[in-house]
């Protein structure tokens, strides 16, 4: 296992299922932020580029992975402490606090974007 893992980039960790039978929600996260960063980042920044190259993207469209707003998204609640402090510093509206969680204006979840984690 710890070969397959040299060979493919990945810290031994992500595969070894007796070490994260251990680990705290946070251990995870800090993982998954180590893999994206060294493992993943690589590969998808490679096709984000090559897909948003004119020939197959209108020129000026560029295509990015929410990589940060779904695999590496933190926990609701942290989540909501942020949002809660930057309100109260009035560093963001309501508005903006919704858009943030994907919920539109009226709290409904329902956003203008069809596709908003593309």
Do not use: H, W
Request: aromatic content about 6%; some cysteine; charged content about 25%.
């Amino acid at each position: 296992a710890l070969e397959l893992a040299r060979a493919c980039n990945v810290p031994a960790t992500m595969i070894d299922a007796e070490q994260l039978r251990s680990s705290t929600y946070q251990n995870v996260i800090d993982q998954r932020k180590e893999f994206a960063a060294y493992s993943l980042a690589p590969l998808y920044t490679a096709i984000e580029d090559r897909l948003s190259m004119d020939d197959l993207t209108p020129r000026g469209t560029y295509i990015r992975f929410a990589v940060d707003e779904t695999f590496l998204r933190v926990d609701p609640l942290t989540r909501l402490q942020v949002t809660g402090q930057l309100l109260a510093l009035n560093l963001i509206s309501l508005d903006q606090a919704k858009e943030m969680e994907g919920l539109a204006p009226d709290g409904s979840g329902d956003t203008d974007d069809p596709n908003p984690d593309i």
